[in-house]
């Protein structure tokens, strides 16, 4: 079975930095698209940002020139930078994972960030 952990979150001060880890246990198909996605009280679940298995990235339009993601395939776990951080950034990050193949999605219990003075 595939877990998903996020780690990395919590409190910061506007124009601060954070680095969001989500690690994958379990077996699974290594053609694969990993991602962050984020929600805010009472909005929807919105993108972040993805990276598949062969390091292709996108990100979402509030996020561009601030966040980066990454992926350590062998350690089966993506990272979030996120620097510049604002007001709005804050949320609940959820790491997402996307099989390919299968079509199968899991997600992780997400890791409350908040950005704020």
């Known amino acids: 079975q595939v877990q998903l952990v996020e780690s990395g979150g919590g409190l910061v001060q506007p124009g601060g930095s954070l680095r969001l880890s989500c690690t994958a246990s379990g077996s699974f198909f290594s053609i694969n698209v990993m991602g962050w996605y984020r929600q805010a009280p009472g909005k929807e679940r919105e993108l972040v940002a993805t990276?598949?298995?062969?390091?292709?990235?996108s990100y979402g339009d509030s996020v561009k020139g601030r966040f980066t993601i990454s992926r350590d395939n062998a350690k089966k776990t993506m990272y979030l930078q996120m620097n510049s951080l604002k007001a709005e950034d804050t949320a609940v990050y959820y790491c997402?994972?996307?099989?390919?193949?299968?079509?199968?999605?899991?997600w992780g219990q997400g890791t409350q960030v908040t950005v704020s003075s």
């Open positions: 990276v598949s298995s062969s390091g292709s990235t």
């Open positions: 997402n994972l996307r099989l390919i193949v299968s079509g199968a999605i899991y």
